[in-house]
Nanobody, 121 residues
């Protein structure tokens, strides 16, 4: 079964840290660009950070720049999102998305089930 599984969410106080993981099973992430999204109650899903298949290019939403770091370990078939200096407005369900686009295979797109992050005192 091809799937992505997020983990590492939880309840943390403002200013705290969490590290989210996105692990793939049934396929390799080597050739996939990965994006972390989040969705807070009553809000639209928004992109938080993305990383290229090689890991050489990363991008961040302005709201998390300087606080979050995305990385990947292709040997472990896992992508991470290190979240520091967390704020209450970071509270959301976090999802990872893997996308591969090729002229021969077309587009392959996988989503995880999400992991809840709650920042509250």
């Amino acid at each position: 079964q091809l799937q992505l599984v997020e983990s590492g969410g939880g309840l943390v106080q403002p200013g705290g840290s969490l590290r989210l993981s996105c692990a793939a099973s049934g396929f390799t992430l080597d050739y996939y660009a990965i994006t972390w999204f989040r969705q807070a109650p009553g809000k639209e899903r928004e992109g938080v950070s993305c990383i290229s298949s090689s890991g050489g290019t990363t991008n961040y939403a302005d709201s998390v720049k300087g606080r979050f770091t995305i990385s990947r370990d292709n040997a472990k078939n896992t992508v991470y999102l290190q979240m520091n200096s967390l704020k209450p407005e970071d509270t959301a369900v976090y999802y990872c998305n893997a996308v591969q686009t090729s002229a021969i295979l077309g587009r392959r797109d996988y989503w995880g089930q999400g992991t809840q992050v709650t920042v509250s005192s």
